[in-house]
């Protein structure tokens, strides 16, 4: 069995989880940048994707070591989360990226990856005492997948 993963570990890979999304949005605004409404719908994410690694930074820097009732359980599931597709696993985000060539690839990659964090997020909502913080960014990582997808169903 995997070594369990602390509560600060679940956090620190909120953060790198949140970076990652800043490098995938930023890069894909960029390859985009000739279609104004994906680049500014790109761009937006980026923006967002910064403001809950500040977040989850700050909920690092209080989170405790005490583990809450039932960790091993929610470790097993994090670990599961870490050690996918999205993360580590082959097909992980940033060298999928090289794959994505049209604006529909980029979309549903992004839904793909968006729904795929907001997954682990509620993993650290059970793992962390602060959970009005985590609350807060999984209503925004929510609210990507739907802005995602109203883009999807009118521009593409």
């Known amino acids: 069995m995997s070594e369990n993963f ?3 570990e679940v956090v620190e890979q909120a953060v790198r989880t949140e970076r990652l999304g800043y490098k995938f949005y930023t ?21 967002k994707e910064l403001i809950h690694e500040r977040n989850f930074t700050e909920l690092h ?15 097993e599931y994090m670990r599961a989360f870490v050690e996918s597709e999205f993360f580590l696993g082959s097909g992980k985000a940033l060298t999928s990226m090289e794959r994505i060539k049209t604006p529909a690839d980029a979309v549903n990659f992004a839904i793909g990856f968006e ?14 005492k602060q959970k009005e913080i985590v ?5 925004e990582e929510r ?11 009118r521009f593409l």
């Open 135 to 139: 609350e807060e960014i999984i209503n």
């Open 6 to 8: 602390s509560v600060k």
């Open 115 to 128: 729904k795929e964090t907001l997954l682990y997020f509620l993993g650290v909502r059970d793992a962390v």
């Open 27 to 47: 890069d894909m605004a960029e390859k985009f940048k000739e279609n104004a409404r994906l680049h500014d719908l790109f761009a937006t994410l980026a923006g």
């Open 61 to 75: 820097d209080c989170v405790g070591d005490a583990e809450p009732e039932g960790w091993e359980e929610v470790s």
């Open 143 to 153: 609210s990507h997948v739907m802005w995602l997808n109203q883009f999807k169903s």
